[in-house]
């Protein structure tokens, strides 16, 4: 409850069978849950994603043919109410899909999104674009370095090709109202400019130069 007090009104019973690495609310109060599960309150044959309902249970009606093959670490609720999905799994409903997916609804993967091969590496930040497009961060390598941008069919952002990108792991990823990045992580360099854990980009993908660090 909102004093902090245990809400007897959320029962999710036995719960997920392995770790929960996301919670995402939807606008209608259904609770999206990724992670390492097969199995939320008895029911089995969940791989790694789940919906639940505002009181907790099961939401039936969330159905994945088979789900992923791997960790999906989270997902992102899109404007047209599809689910943008992403982790280390390389497959999601018995079709090839390198750490990132867009689901329909309920939960069956929606086949317009043809994102080829994508990422070579794990997947650990995703947030949609004001035109409906993605950025997507993590430890891979291709397409980009630990950042990439793909259009809402799951082609590459031209705007984004060839851009150097970071030295190290994109952990997070925040957009501001003027459509520049606050991008965090283990960094320490974007192309030839040194920066330390945090930079902010442009929309088309390079250095904003006007925001800067001091000290070490």
Known sequence: ??????????????????????????????????????????????NFIARILPNGSLDGSFTPTS????LISSAVILSDSKILVFGTFTSYDGTAKN??????????????FVNGTFA??????????NNGDYFFGGNFTTPGNY????????????EYVGKSGFNNSVF?????????LIVS????????????FIARLNADGSLDQTFTQTGT
């Open 147 to 158: 950042i990439a941008c793909l259009n809402t069919d799951g082609t590459q952002d031209s």
């Open 1 to 46: 409850s909102s004093d902090g007090s245990l809400d007897g009104a959320f029962n999710p019973g036995t719960g997920a069978n392995n770790t929960v690495t996301g919670i995402v609310g939807q606008p209608d109060g259904n609770i999206i849950l990724t992670g390492w599960f097969s199995a939320f309150a008895g029911s089995s044959t969940l």
């Open 67 to 70: 789900g992923a093959n791997g």
């Open 185 to 196: 992580g283990n960094f320490t360099q974007y192309g030839n400019f040194s920066r330390k």
């Open 99 to 112: 750490r990132a997916a867009r689901l329909n609804s309920n939960g069956t993967l929606d086949a317009t």
């Open 172 to 180: 997070g990823i925040s957009k501001q109202s003027d459509g520049k």
């Open 120 to 129: 070579n590496s794990d997947i650990d930040m995703a947030i949609e674009k």
